[in-house]
């Protein structure tokens, strides 16, 4: 007798091919550095930054236009 014949065992899952997330200079604008980490992880790594280093946004973004670059501190450093 085998038991085997009667069971039913599930079928493996259509392997779906993973969705790979827009890098952040694809969503955001002027984007100088983190250009190609994922734009979901921009904000939460901005967040990080400015807590290690003690400072809000506005520190080195124009409060309401994040995009622009008129505070030297927003700018990447000189090599």
Same mark, same amino acid.
């Given at each position: 007798m085998n038991f085997l014949a009667n069971c039913s065992f %599930? $079928? %493996?899952l259509a392997q779906e091919t993973p969705k790979v997330p827009k890098p952040a =200079? $694809? $969503?955001? *604008?002027n984007i100088q550095a983190l250009k190609e980490? %994922? =734009? #979901?992880q921009l904000i939460p790594t901005m967040q990080f930054i400015g807590g290690a280093?003690?400072?809000?946004c506005e520190f080195c973004h124009v409060e309401h236009a994040m995009d *622009? #670059?008129?505070k030297k501190e927003s700018r990447p450093r000189e090599k």
């Open positions: %599930p $079928q %493996p =200079a $694809q $969503q955001y *604008k980490i %994922p =734009a #979901d280093l003690g400072v809000d *622009k #670059d008129d």
